[in-house]
């Protein structure tokens, strides 16, 4: 084990309201340049669960970052095509520092 320097993990949890997996997947392009474009972004991981919910797991490098970058995307990404298909109703968003982790 090792102990590594503070990063935060956003992690959102939700369904689709509307579409496929594999359009969701694709609409979701401009979101990835945009976060691309973030100060602090480190990297995205995007995965469905075998009940048809989604994981987005995003490492920034710190949690004002983090804060910083989701109101952000509320403001700049709402309107989105991949927002658009994600059911609000079931959407959670949470973010965690990283305390300890195994390669």
């Known amino acids: 084990m090792s102990i590594v320097v503070p990063h935060t993990i956003e992690l959102v949890t939700f369904r689709l309201a509307k579409g496929d997996t594999q359009g ?3 609409a979701n392009a401009a979101i990835n340049d945009w ?3 973030q100060p602090g ?3 995205r991981h995007l995965a469905e669960r075998d009940d048809g919910s989604y994981l987005d797991i995003v490492f920034w490098k710190s ?4 804060l910083a970058a989701s109101g952000k995307m509320m403001e700049e ?3 989105s095509e991949a927002m658009t298909m994600i059911d609000p109703m079931g ?3 949470s973010h965690g520092t990283i305390r300890l982790s195994v390669d």
Not at 63 to 66: K, L
């Open 24 to 26: 969701f997947v694709d």
């Open 35 to 37: 976060l691309k474009r």
């Open 41 to 43: 972004f480190v990297s």
């Open 63 to 66: 949690h004002a970052d983090a």
């Open 77 to 79: 990404m709402a309107q």
């Open 91 to 93: 959407l959670d968003m």
